[in-house]
């Protein structure tokens, strides 16, 4: 019985072969578009039931279909079940209120999944409905201007495990870390690591609040300093050009300006190659820094993708030439403005700053039209909550590109946001400043509660809405941390089988599958419904982009074994129950095995 698989599509293929026959007899008419369910399955509603009693599934197909028939629903319903083609795997339909119809799934049906699921279990619940449509999928992301936070971890978990949730529906994905390794930052991270080396040296330097004060700097410059000696030595006098800079009414102002002369100062006496040098190796430490940081966290990307890049090669400079020929950039102020206003957004934004500079803003374009020339099916941009302004913009650059639509592939990215995540010890919050240096690491996090912990709540809530993340739960061994009670349901199916060969007993798979009709008890129905839903799930939470849906799902899936399991005897002397019972055990341990995988979770054997 392969439709098990998908019962939903099998049901609404059932549900679109009568309504296609009803529209052939005349006794519907024709419909006009999708929401009149023309063609498209997945368009039919349908629904599992709550209520055990109300059948498996529920349609409301006939509620939505009264209006353009002009009939009322529940005489709709009575042709639509009435016309229903034969199954062997429909117990019985039945029509209630005021024309919904139940289905209710012969026991059957779901026990035959359990032979699906040994058959092919690390592929169970995949599909190809991505059809091979190339999907790239950005994320983390982080500036390489110091160490990952717990901030960028949520975002990391998030972004892992929907790559894996679109690769599993059959998407080609291609992963990708933007690497913003030009601009402003990058020259204040240079800066920074030349300070704390010349402090090394013995020169003394006022080390500016807006600086980056983190001990990573600290270590950054001790390797320059051991394996350079003085070469790179600078003495702060105004014959060397060390700045003065006059006190601002603004200290804030003040403060930014001290910054940029420092700058200036550093690449000035340095030249650019020396400049470029400790630029290099501050990005160079970060970056193997961070990646073998997210390697360790189990995140890995197809592609590292420069922002210098896009500089060094006239992309930025492409894009804005495009955009003032088609009319679309202003001078003002000794600025160069993008008339984003013009396609919604709030106000212009800057592109090139009166200094000559191009912006972030102005990558930020070149990068997605360079994304664009790819010509995937699919753009994501998965960034952090506060980045939701930036949303606006992107979206109005790439209209004004590509206006004319004749471009191959999708102008505006899906963008995704992620809030924050809220560390919480012993019932305190865990406060942060990234600039600063007092922040919780994404290793600190991983070295405290385990990556399985941290990857598994880090998806326990919509990306969009904020995490409070309980630290001292996450390290629990009890059934209120999810991630434990989760692993151990698989641990216990694990722990059978090392009982099993205790006992001298042996589980003979082949034989398991004709004894499936044993299976009758209330949890092992239940427990069965439950593992039909897997790949539903699994379908439902990559196109909603809610891996949190999957986890929802393990955390449900392990109650009903964890309930299984503390009400029955699976090694019982009858070998035909004990090895069906065992064959349910392990369909839930493959299951379970694969949706943490999504997740980025072990499965551990034993805890």
């Known amino acids: 019985m392969n439709e098990v698989r998908s019962m939903k599509k099998y049901l609404q293929n059932l549900l679109q072969q009568t309504l296609s026959t009803l529209r052939e007899n005349g006794e519907l008419p024709s419909p006009g578009h999708l929401s009149e369910h023309s063609g498209d399955t997945s368009q039919i509603p349908l629904e599992r039931t709550?209520?055990?009693d109300h059948g498996d599934f529920a349609t409301p197909v006939c509620l939505t279909l009264a209006k353009t028939a002009r009939r009322k629903p529940r005489e709709i319903a009575e042709q639509v079940v009435a016309n229903l083609p034969a199954s062997n795997l429909i117990e019985r339909v039945e029509i209630a209120g005021p024309g919904f119809i139940n289905f209710h799934i012969r026991d059957d049906a779901f026990r035959d999944q359990i032979r699906q699921i040994l058959a092919a279990p690390d592929s169970y619940g995949n599909s190809g409905i991505g059809a091979g449509q190339r999907v790239q999928i950005e994320y983390v992301s982080a500036n390489p201007t110091g160490p990952l936070h717990v901030g960028h971890g949520r975002g990391a978990a998030y972004g892992a495990a929907l790559a894996a949730l679109?690769?599993?529906?059959?998407?080609?994905?291609?992963?990708?870390?933007?690497?913003?390794?030009a601009g402003r930052q990058m020259d204040i991270l240079a800066l920074s690591v030349w300070l704390r080396y010349l402090d090394l040296c013995g020169e003394t330097v006022s080390f500016p609040a807006k600086a980056y004060q983190g001990d990573y700097i600290w270590d950054i410059a001790a390797t320059l300093n051991r394996e350079h000696g003085e070469k790179y030595r600078a003495a702060p006098t105004q014959e060397a050009g060390f700045p003065t800079v006059s006190e601002d009414k603004d200290p804030a102002a003040y403060s930014e300006k001290y910054l940029d002369a420092l700058i200036a100062w550093a690449k000035n006496v340095l030249g650019e190659s020396g400049f470029d040098f400790v630029h290099g190796l501050g990005l160079g430490a970060l970056l193997d820094d961070i990646r073998g940081d997210l390697e360790q966290f189990g995140v890995v990307f197809e592609e590292w993708f420069s922002e210098r890049s896009l500089v060094d090669s006239g992309a930025v400079e492409d894009v804005l030439a495009r955009l003032r020929n088609n009319g679309y950039l202003y001078e003002k102020d000794g600025a160069w403005w993008f008339r984003s206003t013009d396609f919604g957004d709030e106000k212009d934004r800057v592109v090139i700053r009166d200094n000559g500079l191009a912006?972030?803003?102005?990558?930020?374009i070149a990068y997605h039209a360079n994304k664009k020339a790819r010509n995937f099916d699919r753009i994501i941009d998965i960034w952090g909550a506060d980045h939701h302004g930036y949303i606006a913009r992107v979206k109005a650059a790439m209209e004004a590109l590509y206006q004319d639509g004749s471009d191959k592939g999708p102008s505006n990215p899906i963008v995704l946001l992620v809030q924050f995540a809220n560390l919480y010890r012993g019932g305190e919050l865990?406060?942060?400043s990234t600039r600063s240096g007092d922040f919780v690491t994404l290793?600190?996090?991983?070295?405290?509660?385990g990556a399985d912990a941290a990857r598994f709540f880090y998806v326990m809530r919509r990306s969009d809405q904020h995490l409070d993340f309980d630290l001292d739960l996450a390290k629990?061994?009890?059934?209120?941390?999810?991630?434990?009670y989760v692993q151990y349901a698989h641990a216990r199916v694990c722990s059978l089988m090392e009982k099993l060969d205790g006992r001298a007993l042996d589980w003979d798979a082949t034989a398991s599958l004709s004894g499936l009709d044993r299976l009758i008890e209330s949890q092992e129905l239940k427990l069965l419904r439950t593992l039909s839903r897997y790949p539903e799930v699994v379908e439902s939470a990559a196109l909603a982009y809610e891996p949190h849906q999957l986890a929802f799902f393990l955390r449900e899936l392990a109650t009903d074994f964890h309930a299984y399991y503390n009400a029955y005897t699976f090694l019982v002397d009858d070998a035909t129950l004990r090895n069906a019972r065992l064959a349910l055990a392990m369909a839930t341990r493959h299951v379970l095995k694969n949706g943490l995988a999504f997740l980025g979770v072990s499965a551990p054997e034993s805890m």
């Open 50 to 52: 709550r209520n055990p």
């Open 166 to 181: 679109l690769t599993a529906i059959g998407f080609n994905v291609h992963r990708e870390y933007y690497v913003n390794d």
């Open 359 to 364: 912006t972030y803003f102005a990558s930020d």
């Open 430 to 432: 865990v406060q942060m």
């Open 443 to 449: 290793r600190e996090l991983r070295k405290d509660v």
């Open 476 to 484: 629990s061994r009890t059934a209120d941390n999810p991630v434990y």
